[in-house]
């Protein structure tokens, strides 16, 4: 009893902790500037405001970030899903020559740190020609090592005889993973889903080598220009915390709203 009891109260403290930095970026976009300097760890305003809201949403690019945002979002998380799903599936049932070396190859991918490769994506996406544009910015994301690492252990899950039933009616090799496999991996999807939303919302990197057209920046890129005071002077307390703030939104519901569905391997699978 008295462990349970300790472990609960670790736990709580442990959640306060690591909860309070975003309770104090919420209460601070809603105070003045001069507040917010003064007593920045307070979580009730003194004087509630919405300026720094007002300003974001009138009189900056905010809304233009927030769009191209969710441009790419969109594009990268739909992509990842059908290109992670199909190479998943190849690595985990079509037989061919080099799959164990290709495998390797991505595993060894996933180990190497996104820093480095920055130079050399740079290079590529100025040869392809697609340097400040939306198709730089989204095609280098429509698939990643990790998310056909994930995809390719589930289809492995996925009983044989499944498909061995859809070929004896005639389904070929795209038909029998379009048509049979993809939809037990439902709880796969939804993972590399939710990673991939996660994962492109929040990207920077990519984005500062991509492009530098203003046009173009996402919310990452916009908010990190913001944080360096590019509004005007002064702290801007206010106004960065808050659109740190409405960034986190986005992630934070479909996180709540999926995530019971997070990667049950179980489901869907049927034992032989």
Known sequence: MVATSFTYALLV???IIYIFPFLISVSTSFKTD?????NALSLVPQTFTTAAYERLFLNSDFPLWFRNSVIVTIFVTVGRVFFNSLA????ARIQFRGRAVIFAALVAVMAVPGVVLLIPKFLVIKQLGIYNSFAGLIIPLLADAAGIFIMKNFFESVPVSVEEAAR???AGTFRTFWSVVLPMAVPAIITISILS??????????????SQDSGLYTL????AQLSSGTLGQGTQYPLKL????IMTIPVAILFFVFQRRIM???AGAVKE
């Open 13 to 15: 403290v442990l959640a």
């Open 34 to 38: 001069a507040e917010a300097t003064a």
């Open 168 to 170: 004896l009616d005639g």
């Open 264 to 266: 049950n391997a179980s």
């Open 88 to 91: 998943g599936y190849a690595l």
């Open 242 to 245: 808050g659109a740190a703030v």
């Open 197 to 210: 939303f996660q994962g492109s919302w929040n990207e920077l990197s990519h984005f500062i080598v991509a």
């Open 220 to 223: 990452t890129k916009g908010v």
